[in-house]
């Protein structure tokens, strides 16, 4: 075994806690047009605050993309009052369980698309073909043919990622179509995408066939479902997630650590947002490290004036500057041409 890939010892999940989990984190998108995307922020954003959700969602004219916390029973009512939508009642919920909320604010917005890609290619009219985790755990153990390709960004797989699978340096999903050049020599393989949810792979898996790509296929719900459904095996490393625990347990099997901390070296999975604004890279730092330069990266870092607090976490929640909760964002121009809504930073 690699000197980087350290078993985890007495590795406990978010999901296996000895202690009753009052809370749940739902992670899901849909890709479903909405039409009248500004009343539908509006009364979604109203239905979060009137039920003590917080969290992160994106309405846009393809769909919805969205990760919340809050009571078990709130999001359960939650879940039951999307999928009463007709628009949104095929809708695939992940749920974990935590004790307290994984946000501290909430957020919906109006977006162009409900992942940031810019791909010319539509998912509700061609994607990659769709496997449960059941079906994908089956195909790595059995074809080694296969290739898996990760979909996400270089600091979400620097701490986890499928055995074997490629990845790629970027930043953004945007940046796909520079990295064609790395796997255009598997156009003929079968290849599968997965990403954290499976919202990235609804359109990389299109832009791959739109490419030329044969034989594609994409993780149903992603790693977060695998993780859930099937144990999370051969998935080395955590789960990037974008709340206040930053990672997530996934392999409940034959997990171990494969990144090391940015600043001394030494095996660690504990992921850390640099705590100067300007800098603001996602790396993992070890405690003793993230003590000794206060959340900081670098000792430059720790010097800049912007310095956030570091309360130990390592995550940060975003600004709320402009943004008022209590009043739903509206945006009147123009809106029966619903592409042109931007996002203004709200």
Request: glycine share 6%; hydrophobic share 30%; charged share 30%.
């Amino acid at each position: 075994m690699k000197t980087e890939e350290i078993k985890t010892k007495n590795n406990t999940s978010n999901l296996s806690s000895p202690q009753k989990s009052e809370y749940s984190v739902l992670l899901y998108y849909i890709y479903s047009p909405i039409e009248n995307v500004v009343e539908y922020r509006d009364v979604h954003h109203q239905y979060c605050i009137d039920n003590n959700l917080l969290g992160r969602i994106i309405i846009a004219p393809e769909g919805l993309n969205g990760t919340v916390s809050g009571l078990v029973e709130d999001c359960k009512k939650y879940m039951d009052w999307v999928k009463s939508d007709p628009r949104f009642s095929t809708v695939d919920f992940k749920i974990e369980n935590h004790q307290t909320h994984t946000f501290t604010k909430l957020y919906v917005r109006i977006k162009k698309e409900i992942v940031h890609s810019e791909l010319p290619v539509n998912p509700l009219e061609r994607t990659g073909k769709h496997l449960e985790p059941k079906d994908f755990k089956e195909i790595i153990e059995n074809d080694p043919d296969v290739v898996l390709v990760d979909m996400r960004s270089n600091y979400e797989h620097s701490v986890g990622k499928f055995k074997g699978a490629i990845t790629f340096d970027m930043e953004n999903l945007r940046e796909l179509p520079d990295h064609m050049k790395e796997i255009e020599h598997l156009k003929d393989k079968k290849v599968i995408t997965y990403c954290t949810g499976g919202i990235k792979c609804e359109k990389a898996s299109a832009y791959l066939l739109a490419q030329g790509f044969t034989d594609v296929y994409q993780l149903h719900g992603g790693i977060i479902k695998y993780g859930l459904e099937e144990g999370g095996e051969n998935f080395d490393g955590k789960c990037y997630v974008f709340d206040n625990r930053l990672t997530t347990e996934v392999n409940k099997i034959n997990p171990v650590v494969i990144s090391k901390c940015h600043v001394c070296g030494t095996t660690c999975d504990r992921m850390v947002n640099c705590a100067n604004p300007d800098c603001n890279e996602h790396v993992p730092i070890c405690e003793k490290c993230g003590q000794e330069l206060e959340g900081a990266c670098s000792v430059m870092c720790k010097e800049n004036p912007r310095k956030r607090f570091y309360d130990g976490t390592g995550y940060y929640a975003k600004t709320t500057e402009g943004y008022k909760p209590e009043i739903a964002f509206r945006t009147r121009k123009n809106t029966k041409n619903l592409h042109i809504i931007e996002d203004l930073g709200l």
